[in-house]
Every structure is written in structure tokens, then in C-alpha cells.
Nanobody, 120 residues
């Protein structure tokens, strides 16, 4: 199972970016998909998650600015980031809970991380 993230970059404060993450490989089902971030010197934190049936959770710091969505058929999750702030600067990691066979347990997989830098 592989997660391939894309869409990071450098943007000015107030700008927007859209991250994408596709899951590929031997997959029976993908449950929760989401995004985490890790800034220098800080712990990795949850940004947003979307469950298979569509419910979402967001970190308080991004509510109203970020929107998580997914294409279940394509096993892809997106993160639309608007009104970006310098404090959003971090490496963003996608995460997916995957069942590889009908009888296997769920296992959390991580993407390689994509850098988001917001300049003031």
C-alpha cells in the first residue's frame, strides 16, 4: 500500500493551496482518510479527517479555512486550504486506515509528506 501526496508549495499569507493524496496497492477498503502536519520542533498534529461515510473532524485552528474531501472510488483525499497563515507552515502528511483483505485488520499508512510554507 502506498500513499502519494502532492500539492504543497510556497504561498503568501491569505493565499490558498490544495493538497491531494492517492492510495494505491493491494486494497480491500479504505476507511478514515485525513491529514496531519508537523512544524519544526513540534509534534505531529491532526489537521482534518474524513470518514468513509463522510463525517469530518477538524483541528480548531483550521476550522472555517480548510476543507477535507475525498473521492471514495479513487481512494483519494484532498485538503483545500484557504486563508493560509504563517503558522500553517509545516510538513503535511496524509494518512489512511486501510484493510488489505476482507479479513485483515485496519492498518494506518502514511504518505511521504509535502511541505507547505506560508510567508508573511
Amino acid at each position: 500500500v502506498q500513499l502519494q501526496a502532492s500539492g504543497g508549495g510556497l504561498v503568501q499569507a491569505g493565499g490558498s493551496l490544495r493538497l491531494s493524496c492517492a492510495v494505491s496497492g493491494s486494497i480491500f477498503r479504505v476507511n478514515d482518510m485525513g491529514w496531519y502536519r508537523q512544524a519544526p520542533g513540534k509534534q505531529r498534529e491532526l489537521v482534518a479527517v474524513m470518514r468513509r461515510l463522510g463525517t469530518t473532524n477538524y483541528a480548531d485552528s483550521v476550522k472555517g479555512r480548510f476543507t477535507v474531501s475525498r473521492d471514495v472510488a479513487k481512494n483519494t483525499v484532498y485538503l483545500q486550504m484557504n486563508s493560509l497563515k504563517p503558522e500553517d507552515t509545516a510538513v503535511y502528511y496524509c494518512n489512511a486506515d486501510v484493510r488489505t483483505t476482507i479479513s485483515s485488520s485496519l492498518y494506518g499508512y502514511w504518505g511521504q509528506g509535502t511541505q507547505v510554507t506560508v510567508s508573511s
